[in-house]
């Protein structure tokens, strides 16, 4: 059974666990270096990106997380997860993981509309997927391998980079699986390299 982790610091995490499972793989709550051994893959969820950061220092998981993806192993960062994904962060002059290529800022859909619902046609995924935005970021730049999956408002909202899939909004909180299950197909396909 496929392994797959989610990162447990902050944020939205039992609701991709639930979907996890709900799809017949094993979760794991990622809180040390330790829980990151034999995973398959690893989900960085919503939440806030710069108390996300300072945890992820703390618990000392910057570079195991690291050496994580640059073992290849497929990574799925939503809203404050593709923050901590990216390699360039809008204003600020260091990233955090920095291993997508993709330019984030922060914050981007304006002040007055903190969180809003839209329903969305995404690329090799599907029709009418609902997307919920929370304080979300967009990517403002996306490097020529990077796939783009998805726009809202002529922003760029899901995208793909290899191994990497980032997405602006929270596909965990509704009862839509079809990303997650996109993104446990990116892992089964890097899991039958790994065994071939
Ligand atoms: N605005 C948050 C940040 O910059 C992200 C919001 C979210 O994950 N819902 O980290």
């Known amino acids: 059974m496929l392994k797959i982790g989610v990162l447990a610091l902050q ?4 609701e991709h666990i639930r979907q996890i499972e709900e799809l017949g793989c094993r979760a794991i709550s990622v809180k040390s270096a330790e829980d990151l051994k034999e995973l398959n893959g690893l989900v960085l969820p919503g939440g806030e990106s710069t108390t996300m950061r300072k945890l992820l220092d703390r618990y000392e ?4 997380i690291r050496a994580l993806a640059a073992g290849g192993v497929p990574m ?3 809203c404050a997860g593709l923050i901590l994904l990216a ?10 993981l920095g291993v997508m290529d993709v330019v984030v800022e922060r914050n981007s859909f304006g002040r007055q509309v903190d969180s809003f619902e839209v329903e969305m046609s995404i690329s090799g995924v599907g029709e009418d997927i ?9 990517i403002v730049a996306a490097g020529e391998n990077v796939e783009v999956l998805a726009k809202h408002e002529e922003r760029i909202v899901l995208a793909r980079d290899g191994q990497f ?7 965990e909180l509704t009862e839509d699986l079809r990303i997650m299950k996109y993104f446990i197909e990116m892992v089964r396909e ?3 390299v790994l065994v071939h």
Do not use: K, M, W
């Open 11 to 14: 944020g939205a995490v039992r």
């Open 61 to 64: 998981l910057l570079e195991p």
């Open 76 to 78: 799925f960062g939503t």
């Open 87 to 96: 390699t360039e962060i809008v204003g600020y002059d260091t990233p955090h």
């Open 130 to 138: 609902p997307a919920v935005f929370i304080r979300a970021p967009h």
């Open 165 to 171: 899939l980032g997405c602006s909004f929270h596909p």
């Open 190 to 192: 890097h899991t039958n």
